[in-house]
C-alpha cells in the first residue's frame, strides 16, 4: 500500500510539475541549501544584503538565463525561466521577489522593450555586474499606468532626454531596488517630442554611482519597514530634470530620431500603449505562480502538522486524535489542496501560452490579447487563494502557526502584498470582465466608457458558449459518459463544467443589459459604476471556469490509472466546494434547489472523508521536499506527544 501511494504521489507531482518538470527537479535540488532560506531574526537592512548575496548565489543555477534570447546570453526559454524562478518562493520570498525585479521586471522591460542597442545592458544585468528596478508605479498613479505623470521630454539641441517628476505624487513609489541595491531603473514616463505628448513609453535611467550615491537630478528614498519581505529594499525616486541620452529610449516599437521626429510602425496611440504592456505579461504571470508557491508551501507544513498532532482522547480508546481526522480539520484544509491541485494546472497552462507566445511559435494577436487577460485572472485568483489558504493554515495549526520559527506568518506577511503587486485583484478582475464583454469585435478594443457602454447594451447572446472552446469540451465530457446532462448528476464532470459554464454566461449577458438599461438614464461612468460588483462577480465566474476547464485537461494527461482515480476525487472536492462557497447565488438564480444544494454539502463531507487516507500522498504531490519547510514544529517531540 505504502509503495502504491509513493508511486501515486510521483505521479501526482509529476502532472502538477508540468511541462518543465525536469527544470523543477533541478531547482529542488539546488534549493535545498541552507545559505538559499531566510533568516527571520535579521533586522531589515542585513535581510537586504542577505539576499543581494543569495541572489549571487543563483545566479550561478542557469534559471535566470532561460528567460533571455541567446543573442543576450540566454537560452531562449522563457517557460523555463517563469518556472524555475518560481521555485525560489519555497525558499524565501525575498529572494523571488528581488531575483523578479531583476531579472524578470527590469531585464524583461530591456529585452522586450529594447533593440540591439540595447544588448551591453542585458549582458550586465544578466550577470549582476548591473543592478536595476522598474520604476513604474508613482504614488499617484498605481493602475492607471496611461495616466503616469513624470514626463520624458526630448531636447534636440542635445539629443537627450528629460527626465523629470512635475508633481509630489509623481513620485515614483514603492520600487524594489530603488532604496539600496539598485544602479539605473527603467522608467515609465510620458514621452513628449516636438512639443507634442505620445503617451507611456520606457527609458533607462540611471540612478547611483558605483559607490551607491544618488546620480545629480535623482533623489532616492526608503520606504522603510513593510508588512513582509524585508529582504527587499523597497524606495522611491524623484527626478529633477534628469538628461540621459537619446539612445536609452526603449525603442521596440517607437523612436525619436535625432532631429525629434517620431516614428512607430505601430500608428494607432491607444493599441501602441497595449502592445508595450503585453510584453511585460510575464511578471503578472510569475506573481500568480509564486502566489500559489507559498500556498504550497504552507499547505505543506499544515497538513504534515496535522497529520502529527493529537488533541482531545476518544473515549473509546484513550488515545489522542490526530488532527486531522477530525472532520472540521479535513474541511478547513483539504478543499484548499484541492484548490491549490486546480491552480498548479491553471498555471501550467498559462505558463504553456505564454511560451508558444514569446518564442514566437504562435503569432496570432488574439492569441496575446487571450493571455493577457488570462493571466490577469489568474493572478488576480492565486494571490486571494494564498491570503486564504495560508490564514487557515495558520489557524489550523494553533499556537504553533504563530511563531515564526515555523515559517507560517512569514509565508503571510511575504504574500500578502501579491494582492496588489502587478496590478490590484480587483482592477485584474475588471479587465477581465471588461475583455469578456468586448472581446466579441475588435474595433471595441479602444472604446472609452460610452463606447464600451453602448456595445455592451447590444449583446443579447450565449456569450460564454461563442466565444470559447467550453461548449466542445462540455460535449466531449458528455461523449465520454454513458448518462447526459439532463440526468442532473453532479459527480458527471459535463454537468459540472457545464454548471460553471452557465453560471459565467447568465452572468455576463446580464452585466450587459444592466449597463444598457442605466446607460438610457445616467452618464456612462454612473452607468459602470452602479454595475461594478456585477461585472466583478461576472470576471471571478470566468476564471473559475477556466481554472476548472484546467484541470480536467490536467487529469486526462495522468497515465496511472490510481493516480488519475485520485486526482479525479480531488477534482471533485474543488468543484463542490466551490459551489458550495457560490451555493446562494445558484440557488437564488435557480440554477439549483435547495435539495441540491443540501446534497452539495453532503458532497464536500462525503469527498473530504475519501481524500483522508490520501493526505500524506497529496502532500507529497503539492511537490514541496520536506527538506525544504523549515517548520521546528515538524520535529517537535511535544507534538507527537499530544503536549
Known sequence: MATQSKTSADHLRAALDGPWREVREQARRQLCDDRLFADP???????????????????????????????????????AAVTGLEMLAYADLSLWVKSGVQWGLFGGAVENLGTERHSDVIKQLLSLDLLGCFAMTESGHGSDVANLETTATYDPATREFVVHSPTASARKDYIGGAAEHARMAAVFAQLITGGEGRGVHCLLVPIRDEEGNDLPGVTTSDCGLKGGLAGVDNGRILFDHVRIPRENLLNRYADVEPDGAYRSE???????????????????????????????????????YAEKRRQ???????????????????????????????????????????????????????????????????????????????????????GAGYLTENRLVTLKADTDVFTTFEGDNLVLTQLVAKELLTAYSDEVRDLDALGWVRFAATMARDVVRESSGVRQLIQRLRDRSDGGVDDGDLARRSVQLQLFADREDYLVRTAAHRLRARAQETNPFEAFNNAQDHILIAGEAH??????????????????????????SVCDLFVYWSIEQNQAWY??????????????????????????????????????????LHAAMLNDASVHQGE
Do not use: W
Request: glycine share 8%; aromatic share 6%; charged share 25%.
Open 266 to 304: 505601430i500608428e494607432n496611440p491607444s493599441r501602441r500603449f497595449f502592445t508595450t504592456l503585453g510584453t511585460l505579461v510575464r511578471g503578472r504571470v510569475s506573481v500568480g505562480g509564486a502566489a500559489s508557491a507559498g500556498a504550497r508551501m504552507a499547505l505543506s507544513i499544515a497538513l504534515r
Open 41 to 79: 531574526y535579521l533586522d531589515y537592512r542585513a535581510a537586504r544584503a542577505r539576499v543581494l548575496g543569495q541572489m549571487r548565489l543563483v545566479s550561478e543555477f542557469g534559471l535566470a538565463e532561460k528567460g533571455f534570447r541567446l543573442e543576450h546570453g540566454g537560452t531562449g526559454e522563457p517557460g
Open 543 to 568: 476564471i473559475e471556469r477556466l481554472i476548472l476547464e484546467s484541470f480536467i485537461e490536467g487529469i486526462a494527461d495522468i497515465d496511472d490509472p490510481e493516480a488519475r482515480e485520485l486526482a479525479d
Open 312 to 398: 482531545f482522547k476518544d473515549s473509546e480508546t484513550g488515545q489522542e486524535t490526530v488532527l486531522l481526522d477530525y472532520r472540521g480539520h479535513q474541511r478547513r484544509l483539504l478543499p484548499l489542496v484541492a484548490r491549490s491541485f486546480a491552480l498548479a494546472f491553471a498555471q501550467n497552462d498559462l505558463v504553456r501560452r505564454m511560451h508558444v507566445i514569446q518564442t514566437g511559435q504562435d503569432l496570432d494577436p488574439t492569441a496575446q490579447r487571450a493571455l493577457e487577460k488570462r493571466a490577469a485572472g489568474l493572478k488576480a485568483a492565486q494571490a486571494r487563494f494564498a491570503t486564504q489558504a495560508i490564514q487557515e493554515c495558520r489557524e489550523a495549526c494553533g
Open 587 to 628: 440557488i437564488m438564480h435557480r440554477f439549483m434547489s435547495v435539495e441540491r444544494a443540501k446534497s452539495v454539502r453532503r458532497g464536500v463531507n462525503e469527498l473530504v472523508d475519501r481524500l483522508r487516507p490520501h493526505a500524506p500522498t497529496l502532500v507529497e504531490a503539492l511537490g514541496v521536499p520536506e527538506a525544504m
